[in-house]
């Protein structure tokens, strides 16, 4: 498993349901990974491109934007946390709000999710996050107590996890809480359980080149989770480089 305490931050490309080898191709080619190694770059493709960018990577880790909860078995479909070890996968996003929202997923699944990466030796970046009428009805921290109470299995700790935060309401909208918000909440999840002080904590959610200096610069914040920005070479190149 990757040593997290050997980075100071973390840039996660989460690409969704974008990409193909031409694109991939021409991606890596172009960005420049920053000079400082104490920066971890991860990108993670759909599943299909992973082992083709595991073979062509360099400077950057890999990482999956899902994985079963299944060890192994009859489960149509599914691809197990075992064959991501197989091709070498780094990381995993799980629970991403658009699991949660699109494929229901549920809290104690992402639970087990998490468990099976950390047997394998792949770190899950677990994703937690209000929504916007969660937000309006001011209950963001019981929801994201909640989140993270079942959805962060007992074998977690910040050796082997990742904890992204991502208000549902700021993804892909161009609308970001406010600096004093995003670090008031990274401090919320930090200290409402002592396991959780150690832990790397990213910001995700409508992070671009012109803001992710002063949102990663936040004492809480370790780092973000990139989604549109992450699919221009040029606009990731200055995200990774600031
Ligand atoms: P955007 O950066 O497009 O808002 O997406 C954030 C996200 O969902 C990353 O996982």
Redesign the pocket.
Known sequence: MIKLDNFSSFFVA?W?LNGNFKFIDQFISKISLPKDSSKCVVICPTSIYLDYISKNKMGFYLGAQNVSQHKDGAFTGEISADSLDDINVDFC?VG???RRQFFFEKNEEINHKSENLIKNNIVPII?IGETLEDKKKGITNDILEEQLKKSIPISSNFENSII?Y?PVW????GLTPTNDEINDTHSFIREHNAKFNKFKIIY????KANNVNEITSLLNVDGA??????LKSDEFTKIIQD
């Not at 995700?204 to 992070?207: E, F, L, N, T, Y």
């Open positions: 989460n969704k996003i991403h709000s658009e994703c992204a991502e700021a993804i892909g909208t995700g959610g409508s992070v989770l990139i989604g549109g920005a992450s």
